[in-house]
């Protein structure tokens, strides 16, 4: 036995400090293992979309089919077995198609069909799954069963038509129905007579009489070209009875001897139907959807009246229900379901799990305001602040300012104060102090502004009254704010291109901009006073569709065109090319990870996936995202880097939270006294579920204005200090973050005087 001197420990002191400093950097590097492991997506709305067409099953109305999308195509398919009061999704394996038309097999109601731009697809399940059959149209847009003889399907490419003889399984090679080379617009089938069938191109319509073999023009009474056919229907209770919608001048054409001629029909219509329905019983009793509301006839279309409920409603589709004459089902833009039980009198929403909005924007406050705000690819603003158990609808308060929203461009909350947010479209950039309750329409004074439309919006994340704008007009240009929005002035110094597309700023170092154009990449380090070009060497040129930087490593930037994505991790000096996850056929969104420096997610053709490595590999982002979803836009929410919500194409908003343990700090830094001109080590000990992220900044504890260069890792060597300081450090995971206190570097003019060193004894046995 015997006593040990500190002096005689010291070898061993150092030797478990550096151990433990490796292990602590060790694991803030260790791979983003699993991110997804424990995550759940769920769908939180809001409800509502493009519902371009409703079918209700003759045999059970209470089944009703919706085709959901956009308002001249659907991208997904709904099913409600209660009569409209619940939905849910119905078309597993139709994931990224352009849905333009859906037929239903009046005799085998779990039987449809979709035309697609892949073809056409079949469901015999009810669209619990969907399958695409061989030998039809490549490119479909029209699709109709026989409803005398199902078995019987026709289908349109064009100006081709294709038939099928035994529901789809196979198909002939293809008739021509038009000498007009154009793309179709109508296919009817007699109620009656499978082998009568109507098809038309916009510039006119054909019928056959021996199911498509040959054709004869019908054109009597119609107007000359450009006719610009969109529509035929043939009435169900009359089969020589026709509907014909066109964009002339004349808007809705009718004939009653199977299309042999024509007479005008829509005296007291606003535009172009863009739906019919017919009473079940009675012939004469007409109804029509258009953007204005839905109109009512009781003259076989001779004259119509507005159904005053309906007043503003833009409608999509028209629908009645076999058997129940009172019944009435009309598809709303963006709006869902509306279903009228006592003949149009009254309306209630019936839109109960039909979330098909397509998502364009999202942006969320920081943890804590607790808005999330989503905008629609069909210009809704939407806003939930508990959890998406609530929307609101926030484009009413913008009709204010005599400006409508339009197509959203730019949406961005102010980081420091976010009941501020902005949102850009194609009428100009709107600014709202009061969460969206009330706006006014900001932007550069010039006449030129007048009617701008915003490509991109840039905030400072640390003085976020510095807004940079890019948009267009009759010119393209970027604008400067440093006051809100309050003035402008333009800041298209270097820019040998314009048309800036993408915008970012440097979070770590704000005066440091990046701007995308068609053609090249730029950057600024002074504000956007001036530019310059760099190259990233992208095949076919350096046109950027989106940048996006890394929170914590602002060297580290990421760039995407379509489907390709570079780079830089040296501020923009060298680029790499970076595959996309192999699923993915098309990228909608790039964003870098809030926690982890190498961190980046892509949304996109089939849906969300993570990279931990900057994208030289990925996984799936989390479980239980819709496998008929195409994911549109990512977002994360400062402050709360374990939770993150994604939009998708008809399909409204998903989040997901992390599971685990958030950082938590259990030796916090120690503050150091030296000599001027020395440097300090100090380190901190983190708990928590790995991989953990370190970003040291300068000053007191929560001000991230002086982030260190480079120091992200558990223990920060200090520059040579002439002055004193303070350092503090966050640490982050995919879950929460925790700052350390703040540990002050006391810095003498002169060395320290040498303190006594207490002797510790240390008995070994």
Not at 186 to 208: C, F, M, Q, R, W
Not at 390 to 414: C, F, H, K, Y
Not at 612 to 627: L, Y
Not at 674 to 692: D, F, K, N, W, Y
């Amino acid at each position: 036995m015997g006593t040990y001197t500190v002096a005689d420990r010291l070898p061993l002191i150092l030797a478990r400090w550096l151990l433990i400093t490796l292990m602590l950097v060790a694991l803030a590097a260790h791979p983003w293992l699993s991110q997804a492991a424990g995550r759940t997506w769920v769908n939180i709305g809001p409800e509502g979309g493009a519902v371009s067409r409703l079918l209700v099953v003759p045999q059970t109305p209470t089944t009703i089919y919706a085709l959901v999308g956009a308002s001249d195509y659907g991208e997904t398919v709904y099913r409600s077995t209660d009569g409209g009061l619940s939905w849910i999704r119905a078309s597993a394996g139709l994931r990224g198609r352009q849905i333009f038309d859906l037929a239903l097999d009046p005799l085998t109601p779990a039987r449809l069909f979709a035309a697609t731009d892949d073809g056409i697809y079949r469901t015999a399940n009810g669209g619990v799954s969907w399958s695409w059959l061989p030998g039809g149209p490549s490119n479909a847009t029209h699709v109709a069963v026989a409803p005398s003889s199902p078995e019987v399907v026709y289908a349109t490419s064009g100006w081709i038509i294709y038939r099928s003889a035994d529901t789809g399984a196979t198909w002939d090679a293809g008739t021509e129905y038009s000498s007009s080379l154009s793309s179709a617009a109508a296919l009817a089938v007699d109620p009656s007579n499978a082998n009568v069938v109507y098809a038309g191109t916009i510039e006119g319509l054909a019928k056959s009489t021996d199911g498509g073999a040959t054709w004869s023009p019908l054109s009597q009474g119609l107007s000359a070209s450009p006719l610009d056919l969109r529509a035929v229907v043939v009435h169900p209770q009359s089969p020589t009875t026709l509907f014909l919608t066109a964009g002339g001048a004349t808007a809705l054409y009718k004939s009653t001897n199977g299309g042999a001629s024509w007479t005008t029909a829509s005296s007291n219509l606003p535009g172009i139907p863009t739906g019919l329905g017919f009473h079940p019983s009675q012939p004469q009793i007409l109804y029509a959807g258009t953007y204005s509301g839905l109109y009512r006839s009781t003259n076989g279309g001779s004259s119509w009246s507005l159904l005053p409920a309906t007043v503003g409603r833009a409608v999509l589709s028209v629908a009645n229900s076999p058997g129940d004459a009172t019944r009435i089902l009309v598809g709303l833009t963006d709006n869902g379901v509306l279903i009228s039980e006592d003949a149009g009198a009254t309306w209630l929403a019936r839109s109960s799990g039909l979330r098909g909005l397509t998502v364009s924007s999202l942006a969320a406050a920081p943890t804590g305001e607790g808005s999330l705000y989503a905008a629609t690819e069909g210009g809704q603003l939407l806003r939930t602040t508990d959890g998406g158990a609530s929307w609101e609808v926030l484009n009413p308060a913008m009709a204010t300012t005599g400006t409508s929203l339009g197509s959203v461009t730019a949406l961005a909350v102010d980081p420091k104060v976010p009941t501020t947010i902005y949102v850009g479209g194609e009428s100009g950039l709107f600014k709202s102090t009061t969460r969206g309750e009330s706006w006014s329409l900001i932007g550069p004074s010039d006449p030129s502004f007048v009617g701008f439309s915003t490509q991109a919006l840039a905030v400072d994340p640390q003085t976020p009254a510095n807004l940079y704008l890019a948009g267009i007009r009759f010119e393209r240009g970027l604008w400067r704010s440093v006051n809100g929005g309050a003035s402008w002035t333009l800041a298209t110094s270097g820019l040998s291109d314009t048309e800036v597309r993408a915008l970012a700023v440097v979070p770590t170092a704000p005066s440091t901009l990046y701007a995308g154009t068609l053609s090249a990449l730029f950057r600024s380090t002074n504000g956007a006073q001036s530019w310059s070009a760099l190259s990233v060497g992208m095949p076919g040129g350096d046109g950027v569709d989106q940048i996006t930087i890394s929170p914590i490593d602002g060297d580290r930037i990421y760039i995407r065109r379509s489907a390709l994505i570079y780079i830089s991790s040296d501020g923009g000096t060298s680029w790499e090319a970076r595959d996309v996850p192999t699923a993915c056929v098309s990228v909608h969104d790039l964003v870098a990870s809030p926690s982890l420096a190498a961190g980046v997610r892509v949304a996109c053709s089939a849906g969300v996936f993570a990279s931990t490595d900057a994208g030289e590999s990925w996984s799936v982002e989390g479980e239980g995202w819709p496998d008929d979803v195409v994911a549109t836009r990512i977002a994360h929410v400062p402050g709360a880097p374990g939770l993150i919500f994604a939009g998708g194409r008809a399909a409204s908003v998903f989040a997901q939270q992390a599971s685990g343990a958030g950082p938590q700090i259990i030796a916090q830094p120690v503050g150091q006294t030296i000599s001027a001109g020395q440097t300090a080590v100090i380190s901190v000990r983190v708990s928590g579920e790995g991989p953990l992220s370190y970003q040291w900044y300068r000053g007191p504890s929560g001000d991230t204005s002086n982030p260190v260069a480079g120091a992200t890792s558990a223990a920060l060597l200090t520059p040579p200090l002439a002055a004193d300081a303070a350092y503090w450090v966050r640490v982050t995971n995919e879950v929460g973050a925790a700052d350390s206190r703040s540990a002050p570097i006391r810095v003498l003019a002169s060395a320290p005087k040498p303190q006594p060193q207490a002797f510790i004894p240390l008995v070994v046995r």
